[in-house]
């Protein structure tokens, strides 16, 4: 048996920029971080005797008897893309937090299911390739308008600037932090569930047409612009948190303007809600419809921040350093 684990996300800065549709054209970059939430995934070959081919424990169980049978379209793609065709298969997906929230959930799975079978069938692979052949299954073989950056900093873990080349390449870079900082983005940054889990095709597939269409230009440009800035407040010395947070404001007033449906109103009374309760800053992570919100609040604040929002599930994070990771291989006991 293969164990992995895969950690979420944190978007910080440059959401949008990272669909091909813009970077091929346009200057592409975010800020994101991994953390210390995850999706495991477990793989092993079945023992010969059972009469279906492959089991897989997702939402719910599935048993097939060929891939093309298997419902979930990244068990499925991933299976087919690896040659599975001939193995007896079990793949359970175990996660800390709820999918369609906005955390690059589906990413991490998709990036942790490919190290685990690729851990099962003896291939040679590194972070980069585990990135990249996520993307490649989720936007060519799914045909998913996803943007690059999940399947990347899921990959990679830590702190990253990430920077998408015309070309379709990246260059993924750790940004030095001091202690202090990253003592703050721990420690002053909550992320609050709305309760809505939503299907992010629809506003990503429009947001994707609108950059085609260059109705997004102005928006997408001013995004990438700020994405400059937020990197280099974070890199400073002494991470400014009023700095920071105005920086989330900005980009996600500017986000708002994308696609119909990323923002509504129960949304937007939870980031009036936080705002009032003492928060410098504040964004919905992912593509929009729902899932969890980011705040920024200073240490002073924390208590009023936490009692308004007593009824909602908040957390806080440490950020992941390692990425998608191999757990345990059964082979090696």
């Known amino acids: 048996m293969i164990i992995t684990r895969t950690p979420f996300r944190i978007s910080l800065f440059g959401g949008g920029t990272d669909y091909p549709e813009w970077f091929t054209k346009n200057t592409g970059q975010v800020i994101s971080m991994a953390i210390n939430k995850y999706c495991h995934v477990s793989a092993r070959y079945l023992p010969p005797y059972f009469h279906y081919n492959y089991r897989i424990r997702f939402f719910n169980e599935q048993k097939a008897k060929s891939i093309k049978e298997i419902i979930n379209p990244v068990v499925r793609q991933s299976l087919k893309y690896l040659s599975c065709n001939n193995s007896k298969i079990e793949l359970v997906h175990h996660a800390d937090l709820p999918s369609m929230s906005g955390l690059g959930g589906s990413s991490a799975f998709a990036v942790g299911l490919l190290n685990a079978l690729k851990t099962l069938k003896n291939h040679n692979f590194n972070k980069k390739d585990l990135a990249i052949e996520a993307i490649h299954i989720e ?46 983005l721990e420690n002053n940054l909550f992320i609050v569930y709305t309760g809505l889990q939503r299907f992010s095709e629809k506003i990503t597939s429009i947001l994707s047409q ?37 920086v989330i404001n900005f980009q996600w007033e500017r986000k708002k303007l994308l696609a119909n449906g990323i923002s509504n109103k129960h949304i937007e009374e939870m980031l009036s809600l936080g705002l009032s309760s003492g928060s410098y800053g504040a964004k919905l992570l992912g593509a929009g419809g729902g899932g969890f919100l980011l705040f920024v609040v200073p240490i002073n604040r924390i208590k009023n921040f936490k009692k308004a929002f007593k009824k909602y599930v908040h957390l806080q994070f440490k950020i992941d350093h390692y990425g998608s990771k191999l757990l345990y291989d059964s082979r090696d006991s």
């Open 139 to 184: 936007r060519d073989l799914i045909k998913e308008k996803v943007g690059y950056q999940d399947q990347i900093i899921c990959s990679y873990g830590g702190l990253r600037s990430i920077k998408f080349l015309k070309n379709k390449s990246f260059s993924s870079n750790i940004i030095k932090i001091s202690q202090e900082t990253e003592y703050k």
């Open 210 to 246: 609108k950059i085609v269409t260059h109705k997004n230009d102005t928006y997408l440009n001013e995004i990438s612009k700020a994405t400059i800035e937020g990197e280099k407040i974070i890199k400073a010395k002494n991470l400014d948190l009023k700095l920071l947070a105005e």
